[in-house]
């Protein structure tokens, strides 16, 4: 049976998942991550893309990757992140073959509606996963540069996320609030099963718009919409 193809949308946030082979190890010394980090940051430069979140598991990664104009340029990214890693861990432990399972995991995401939700479920894996209790104390992911603990903020500022402040220092606060409330467990439904099925997380009207500039079917199983940042402040306050 012939696989689905994949959907790839320009000027669309994707999250993106790439595991390791049979769930093996990829990122073992600290080396190993600033590594993979230092070849997302050069070819986020050369292919012009803009990377919006990340986190960087064990034996995965996630990624929130817009490929801008050209939509083969996530797929460029994403054999260059791979194929890098692949011969950096070979060379090291002596080794040869897969470091990668064979296909990663994308999902185009509705901006308005859920960029900020897909950032946040990204951004708690290691919080989900018993790693660390809080996100600002895991040093491989994307939080710490939006919550302004890190200096240098090489990553891209979505929208979503410009559009909490205009002001830094509140915008930086806002963030955290909205991460660490917690991602209600609708909402990780949405995101984990669209991203399994490589389909859409958004709105049916999103999946409507896209189905109509593809001319495609594009099936999508996702219901409702996640709280806004101000909504779920309001109900914590």
Known sequence: MPRRARIILSNTAHHIVQRGHNRQAV?????????YLRTLREWKEELAIKVYGYCLMTNHVHLIIDPCEDRD?????????????????????RRSGSLWEGRYKSSPIETDTYLLACCRYVELNPVKAGMVKRTENYVWSSFRQKAGIEKEMWIDKDPCYLGLSKNKEEREQRYKHYINQGIPEKERQVITGALQRGQLTGTHRFVEEVEKSLGIRVENRGRGRPKKWNEERMNHE
């Open 73 to 93: 340029n996530l797929g460029k990214l994403m054999k260059r992140l791979a194929g890098r890693q692949t011969r950096y861990v070979n060379y090291l432990e």
């Open 27 to 35: 990122f073992i010394e600290d080396a190993d991550y600033q590594y």
